[in-house]
C-alpha cells in the first residue's frame, strides 16, 4: 500500500513539475549572461529576488519577496525590490501578473515584444505561462485593426488547472 494513497499527488504544494534549483539556477545563468551581453549590472538584490520568484511555486508579490528578503536587523525595503523586478521584467526573466499584482519566473527565452499566455489557477494559485503563435498571429491582426499600440501584450486566464480538474477529492483532506 502506498502511504500516498490511490491518488499520486505526494504534497507537491504548487501542483506542477519544474519548480526548484535545477530552473532557478538556470534563470540566474541566463540574467547573467544578459546583463553581461548588455553591460548593466546583475547586482546582490537582483539575484536574490530572481532566486525568490524562481523558487516560489506561485505568484510573489513585492512586499513577500521583500519579506524573504529580510533578515533580523537587516530589513529590505519593498522600493528596493520593486527596481530589483523592474530590471527583471524590463528583460523578461520575469513576468508581473497583473490580476495578481505579482511576479513570476519567466519560463521561457522569449523576446521582449512577445506576447505570453498565462494560466492562472484559481484552485492551487499555480500560474503556467505558454506561448501560442495562433494567438499571437491574431493579437497582432486585431491591434493592427483597432491602430492601438501595445505597451504589453500580456494575455491572463483564470481557471482551473490540469492536476486540480483531476485531483478532484483526492487530493484534499482524506476522508476517514
Ligand atoms: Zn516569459
Ligand atoms: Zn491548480
Known sequence: ???????????????????????????????????????????ALRRRTLEVVAEEGRPLGAYD??????????????????????FLTEHGLVHRIASRNAFVPCEHGHGAGESAVFLICRSCGSVDETISAEIERSLDRTLAQAGFKPASRIV???????????????GRLEPR
Open 65 to 86: 519577496i521583500a519579506e524573504r528578503l529580510s533578515a533580523p536587523g537587516k530589513r529590505v525595503a519593498a522600493v528596493s525590490v520593486y527596481r530589483a523586478l523592474d
Open 156 to 170: 491572463e486566464i483564470e481557471g482551473e488547472c490540469g492536476a486540480c480538474q483531476g485531483r478532484g477529492e483526492c
Open 1 to 43: 500500500m502506498d502511504e500516498h494513497g490511490t491518488c499520486g499527488h505526494h504534497g507537491h504544494a504548487h501542483g506542477r513539475d519544474g519548480h526548484g534549483p535545477a530552473r532557478t539556477a538556470d534563470l540566474v545563468a541566463r540574467a547573467e549572461r544578459l546583463a553581461q551581453d548588455l553591460g548593466l549590472q546583475f547586482t
